[in-house]
């Protein structure tokens, strides 16, 4: 027997704008999309659909997103040109600069909506140097 992640959905201000944001980030090409999301797919095939909540308050949620070497370097030039605000630790305390912890690097940024986002090279829990698998 086997698990695996599927997808999930994400509140967004502007799905629209959130999926494009994700998109060009993670250079990731665009998905079909149906009804009132926005999707994106994962090379790993993990669909993220973005949509408007029928209500105003947004909960922030937390979402880790693990990627290759040479992607988390491509990705975070992209942050820096777009001038995201970025931090190396989830308490905000390291602006602008990337993280070396667990043995890989790692970088916390804010999507469109103010969702707090973590790109790393590294699973917290790897006994080896791998990317993703």
């Not at 105003?56 to 001038?83: M, S």
């Not at 995201?84 to 469109?112: C, I, K, Q, S």
């Amino acid at each position: 027997m086997s698990v695996s992640f599927d997808h999930t959905i994400i509140a967004a201000k502007n799905s629209s704008a959130s999926a494009a944001f994700f998109r060009e980030l993670f250079d990731l090409p665009e998905a079909p999309s149906w009804g009132p999301f926005v999707n994106v797919q994962l090379t790993d095939g993990t669909l993220i659909q973005f949509a408007e909540p029928p209500v105003d308050d947004i909960q922030f949620q937390h979402y880790a997103f693990r990627v290759t070497k040479d992607l988390f370097d491509e990705a975070y030039a992209r942050l820096v040109d777009n001038e995201v605000e970025h931090w190396a630790d989830p308490r905000m305390t390291r602006p602008g600069v990337v993280n070396t912890d667990h043995g890989g690097r790692g970088v916390y940024f804010r999507d469109l909506t103010g969702h707090f986002f973590e790109m790393l090279t590294r699973s917290y829990l790897a006994e080896t140097d791998e990317s993703v698998p």
